[in-house]
């Protein structure tokens, strides 16, 4: 049973920076690609971020290039998601998922945490 469990949101002002924690358990993630996805009030679930743990490879939603960086720590089971310079804009509900294979283009995932609200004061 593959668990995920998001942490470290928060209230933050607008420019400001946070680091989001997911910690993986119930399977060796080396096969797998690890997502952010966040989801706005009224909005559809917009892409963030994906890792491949295996590799390293990575993809990142056109909003965030350039301001958010996705890793990975596999002593710790852990992928972070590190977010600078952020805006009220990206306030939103930010969950984590994965899914077996490489595939960081992939926008289908099969397993997914609760999530970590994520609040950017202007």
């Known amino acids: 049973q593959v668990q995920l469990v998001e942490s470290g949101g928060g209230l933050v002002q607008a420019g400001g920076s946070l680091r989001l924690s997911c910690v993986a358990s119930?399977?060796?993630?080396?096969?797998?690609?690890v997502g952010w996805f966040r989801q706005a009030p009224g909005k559809e679930r917009e892409f963030v971020a994906a890792?491949?743990?295996?590799?390293?490879?990575?993809d990142y939603g056109d909003s965030v290039k350039g301001r958010f960086t996705i890793s990975r720590d596999n002593a710790k089971n852990t992928v972070y998601l590190q977010m600078n310079s952020l805006k009220p804009e990206d306030t939103a509900v930010y969950c984590c998922?994965?899914?077996?294979?490489?595939?960081?283009?992939?926008?289908?995932?099969?397993?997914w945490g609760q999530g970590t609200q994520v609040t950017v004061s202007s």
């Open positions: 890792i491949y743990w295996g590799g390293g490879s990575t």
């Open positions: 998922a994965a899914h077996l294979g490489l595939g960081v283009t992939r926008r289908t995932y099969d397993y």
């Open positions: 119930g399977r060796t993630f080396s096969s797998y690609t």
